[in-house]
């Protein structure tokens, strides 16, 4: 299983403590993920090999659709919505996620966990992460599907 996350760091030494396969750097992968505003502008990237981390998670049938169908983008889930917000606003990010999950394993959508820890004390295990997803409305399975599908996407390494 792997994880993305935001501080830079020995991989090998932190993959090994936390039980994943390999820790990815947000630094590294950058040039994979492509950051947007709205659900609309995910349909514009679905010809391409990238992960689309969502600024805002809203209800919309129609681009989560198109990218299912070409079935080369992938929905990257920023776990860190949930662990790092209290109160009525964790409750509204669980709520826009949960639903926009169900709109991905409706449709065939594939989606990514990460937690995209800040600092190592903040790195969760694959246990956890797949928890989260339960919560979110995923079963344990999906949860370590949606783990595994971050190397497919993480850059080659010469």
């Known amino acids: 299983m792997y994880d993305l996350v935001r501080f830079d760091t020995d991989a090998n030494a932190i993959s090994k403590k936390y039980g994943f396969d390999e820790i990815y750097f947000f630094s590294e992968m950058k040039k994979n993920i492509i950051t947007i505003n709205n659900i609309e502008e995910a349909a514009n990237h679905r010809n391409k090999k990238v992960l689309l981390l969502l600024k805002n998670y809203i209800y919309d049938e129609g681009p989560v659709k198109l990218v299912a169908e070409k079935r080369k983008a992938c929905f990257l889930i920023d776990l860190s919505?949930?662990?790092?917000?209290?109160?009525?606003?964790?409750?509204?990010?669980?709520?826009?996620?949960?639903?926009?999950?169900?709109?991905?394993?409706?449709?065939?959508?594939?989606?990514?966990?990460?937690?995209?820890?800040?600092?190592?004390?903040?790195?969760?295990?694959?246990?956890?992460?797949?928890?989260?997803?339960?919560?979110?409305?995923?079963?344990?399975?999906?949860?370590?599907?949606?783990?595994?599908?971050l190397k497919h996407y993480a850059p080659s390494n010469p």
């Open 81 to 149: 919505r949930v662990i790092k917000t209290k109160g009525l606003q964790r409750a509204i990010a669980i709520s826009r996620i949960r639903t926009f999950l169900e709109l991905c394993n409706r449709f065939g959508a594939f989606y990514a966990l990460a937690s995209f820890a800040e600092k190592e004390s903040d790195i969760r295990t694959p246990e956890e992460l797949i928890s989260i997803g339960c919560l979110l409305g995923l079963n344990r399975g999906q949860g370590r599907f949606a783990l595994k599908m």
